[in-house]
């Protein structure tokens, strides 16, 4: 083994051939210090027994004990069931999968140890086939020594070849230490008592002495230090993007025509949090470096105001806009907004989604290569090949969580002619809690809309079970008798658009049996386009008394005399989409009331989720909540963002390191600009390819 470096190929090492080599290519790992970067997903603890009597639901564990009872059962599934018990409790071990000499093995009075998670079963927790060992005579069995790493893998390699495997390449690292790219100096004083040598060999072989529970928590110092590293690369790789993009020319915007009267147009004053984000927009479009700026402002904060001033400062300097929604409904919804506004000015709004018939496209797609359109709105049409733009100036991205960091790019280089970029404004309503931020969007400066118009109400927000039903008909009654106008929200837990849709269809029917005298009407993701456009329009100037959705109406819909909500089945979304819909109403100056309808019986976590909802109308504080329930990964949407799936960090465990991640990377980048690609590449490898400029 002496002969051997770390950076050698990983076909360097005993019993890696052709077939394994091809297997461990597709998880990025070549060289042997790969292996080492392949770090476990979690531990087993077999250092100890554990009585039954102390057991709870979702532990992994080993145990011991004696054969009470071995029966096979006959149910939906034949199984074989084995009550032991070890003087302090009893369990049942069921085997769904077992021989007949399997059966006789597990007799009355067999001692047997067992590995496994425990569960709840019908009467009494279970193991559903642990591994086990069956103990004769008065032979103590040994314990292991040290946890038992589990790694993540794939197809035919199984977790006996990975301990293997890294037990060849740790004995390397006895000999040989890790090239280090990151100065202690710049290591957050929490985890640099462990150097990187040091930390590998710990998560891979916890000595016998390890704190358990830290490592099985991920809370030991070794992992942070580890986490700590990957943080930085990752963020180092997001600068990486900026920093490309800002090695690009953009056009410089001076000229503004059209503002001021843009602004005496409008029915409402901006708010000071508009201004002053309209000014950090003004001072990025003046200068000649791509602006990548993201404004993160809540539900019904005004965003669509900045967008549309930021589209007017392009035109004016002789530059196409184009701002893409994730949605039709969406899109369709900023369409007609920017109509209204723009075209009294004499700028010509276009329109490009994918239902949109041959001939309209062919027309669309020739006026903006012409230059004829100013500003496009659209879906992800516009990304196809055959759009093209005279002169792309600004693109504007709606709810940038839909859209991962590849597509804002593809986008982006519709522009990019000989050496000059346009300049990049994404927004979303989802607020993000800023250490999320700080990482998720390394690659954009940040602002925020924090403020609502004067005039609108904080939504009052009731949370009751579907048993009563019938009162929140009632109140939809007294609220339409009062002119005003609700929504029903109707969720399912199913994908299936077919099913959401018939489930809306069939509530509209219901309420509308219920509620005879009131115009009722459906909107649905199945509905064509301008069928939808149609029953908005009508909701929009008060020819409907109550609209059923579906979730597609989540963003977007803005209808001032709308003060009533009810979304059913409000456990099954998420508390950042549950406030996205919530938004819809408010958007007056009368109060407005919000009913989130849960079906009983409702968990713990249930509850507290939509106590969250009731207690708060501030989007951050929401945000937060979502993230220490559903993780950063459903919050942002991972596999959209271009946020790899980290190996040991974990965004909302290690938030707290955030702060010396960021000082680090910005040393890092000034002092040690050497070190900036091996450290990338030693954690993601290959695997952060997106921001090619």
């Not at 077919?498 to 219920?514: G, P, S």
Request: charged content about 20%; aromatic content about 6%.
């Amino acid at each position: 083994m002496t002969e051997l470096a770390i950076a050698d190929p990983v076909t360097s090492l005993k019993g890696v051939g052709t077939k394994l080599a091809e297997k461990l290519d597709k998880l990025g790992i070549r060289q042997i210090q790969d292996l080492l970067f392949h770090l476990p997903l979690r531990y087993q603890d077999r250092t100890r027994l554990m009585p039954i009597g102390s057991l709870r639901p979702q532990q992994e564990i080993l145990i011991e004990g004696v054969i009470q009872l071995s029966q096979v059962k006959f149910g939906r599934r034949r199984s074989l069931l084995c009550h032991i018990s070890d003087g302090t409790g009893a369990l049942v071990l069921r085997f769904f999968h077992f021989s007949k000499s399997q059966q006789q093995q597990l007799a009355k009075g067999q001692r047997i140890r067992c590995f496994g998670e425990v569960r709840s079963g019908p009467s009494a927790l279970e193991m559903v086939h642990p591994e086990y060992q069956l103990i004769h005579g008065d032979v103590p069995f040994s314990v292991e020594e040290a946890l038992t790493p589990v790694y993540p893998t794939t197809e035919g390699l199984h977790q006996l070849s990975w301990r293997k495997l890294l037990n060849q390449a740790l004995k390397l690292l006895d000999q040989q230490t890790m090239p280090s790219y990151l100065p202690e100096a710049l290591l957050d004083p929490r985890v640099a008592h462990f150097d990187l040598t040091q930390a590998l060999k710990y998560v891979h072989l916890p000595p016998p002495d390890c704190d358990v529970g830290q490592l099985i928590a991920r809370e030991h110092p070794a992992q942070k230090r580890l986490a700590f590293e990957e943080l930085l690369a990752q963020q180092l790789s997001m600068r990486q993007i900026r920093y490309r993009a800002q090695q690009h020319q953009a056009p410089k915007f001076n000229a503004d025509m059209f503002s001021e009267k843009f602004l005496q147009q409008l029915p409402f004053p901006l708010t000071s949090a508009q201004q002053r984000v309209i000014k950090e927009i003004r001072k990025d479009l003046q200068q000649n470096i791509p602006m990548q700026r993201l404004v993160q402002g809540d539900v019904g904060s005004g965003k669509t105001v900045v967008a549309a001033l930021s589209a007017l400062m392009a035109v004016s300097s002789g530059y196409q806009a184009v701002m893409m929604a994730p949605t039709e409904l969406l899109a369709e919804q900023h369409y007609q907004t920017f109509r209204n506004w723009l075209e009294p000015l004499g700028i010509q709004v276009g329109w490009c989604a994918g239902k949109q018939t041959a001939a309209q496209r062919r027309q669309v797609i020739a006026a903006l290569a012409e230059g004829e359109i100013n500003i496009a709105v659209g879906t992800h049409a516009l990304f196809q090949d055959e759009v093209t733009f005279n002169r792309l100036g600004l693109v504007i991205i709606d709810e940038q969580h839909r859209f991962g960091v590849h597509q804002r790019m593809a986008l982006r280089d519709k522009g990019k002619a000989v050496d000059i970029l346009p300049h990049q404004l994404v927004m979303t309503a989802t607020p993000i809690p800023r250490t999320l931020a700080m990482t998720a969007y390394a690659d954009l400066n940040v602002s925020v809309i924090d403020e609502l118009p004067p005039g609108r109400q904080p939504v009052t927000t009731v949370v009751v079970a579907d048993n009563r039903r019938q009162e929140v008909i009632e109140r939809i009654h007294v609220a339409c008798q009062q002119k005003r106008q609700v929504y029903w929200v109707c969720t399912l837990i199913e994908e299936s658009e077919h099913l959401q849709c018939q489930a809306a269809e069939d509530t509209a029917e219901q309420l509308q049996q219920a509620l005879p005298d009131l115009r009722i009407a459906l909107v649905h993701g199945r509905m064509k386009s301008a069928e939808k456009e149609q029953v908005m329009q009508a909701f929009k100037q008060g020819e409907i008394d109550l609209l059923v959705a579906t979730t597609v109406i989540e963003v977007g819909v803005d209808v001032p005399n709308a003060s009533l909500m009810v979304i059913e089945n409000a456990e099954r979304l998420g508390l950042a989409q549950l406030h996205q819909l919530r938004g819809r109403v408010g958007r007056g100056t009368v109060q407005s009331h919000c009913v989130l309808m849960y079906h009983p019986p409702l968990s713990e976590n249930g509850l507290a989720r939509l106590a969250c909802l009731r207690e708060s109308n501030d989007g951050f504080v929401i945000a937060q909540r979502d993230l220490e329930i559903r993780g950063p990964g459903e919050v942002l949407g991972t596999r959209q963002t271009g946020l790899p799936q980290f190996r040991v960090a974990d965004l909302l465990a290690d938030q707290d390191l955030l702060p010396a991640v960021t000082k680090a990377a910005e040393t890092l980048i000034t002092q040690h600009p050497e070190n900036v690609a091996p450290l990338i590449n030693r954690w993601f490898g290959t695997k952060l390819n997106f921001g090619q400029v």
